[in-house]
């Protein structure tokens, strides 16, 4: 097991009084599994970045979680689903679109739900999966 980050992109959590992992890689003989948790809009001080305009909100909290998966040796094609937590529910027609383009034929989710801070519109996790050679480790 090891915890992602990309500390060029997002600063360490506890520096803005939170305590969680942005990701974690777990790692069997043949598979890692990625678990990104809830990702937002922020910079590498933990500011929220373009306030009132969910679909930036987007694209830097999907720069974010790729940042963090290329952290371990992944990347956004090695998502195998993307949970998109929205704020308010009258954005999920653009988002719903953007997310269609860029991820076709990706599992997507999008609930409506309380984000972290008052200023985030919109939070995403995800699962990546990717292929590994380690036979020293347990079979999964």
């Avoid at 942005?22 to 590498?44: E, L, V, W």
Wanted: hydrophobic letters at 45%; charged letters at 20%.
């Amino acid at each position: 097991m090891s915890f992602l980050n990309d500390f060029d992109r997002l600063c360490a959590t506890k520096d803005y009084n939170v305590t969680f992992e942005r990701g974690t890689r777990i790692a069997y003989s043949d598979r890692a599994h990625y678990f990104i948790s809830g990702t937002a809009s922020i910079d590498t001080a933990g500011r929220v970045v373009h306030p009132g305009d969910v679909l930036k909100q987007l694209d830097l909290a999907l720069t974010n979680v790729e940042a963090l998966l290329h952290s371990g040796s992944a990347g956004l094609d090695d998502m195998m689903h993307l949970i998109v937590y929205l704020r308010d529910p009258s954005d999920y027609a653009p988002v719903r679109c953007v997310l269609s383009a860029r991820f076709p034929g990706l599992p997507v989710i999008i609930v409506q739900g309380a984000v972290c801070r008052p200023e985030w519109l919109i939070e995403v996790e995800c699962i990546a999966v990717t292929a590994n050679d380690e036979p020293a480790l347990p079979a999964f």
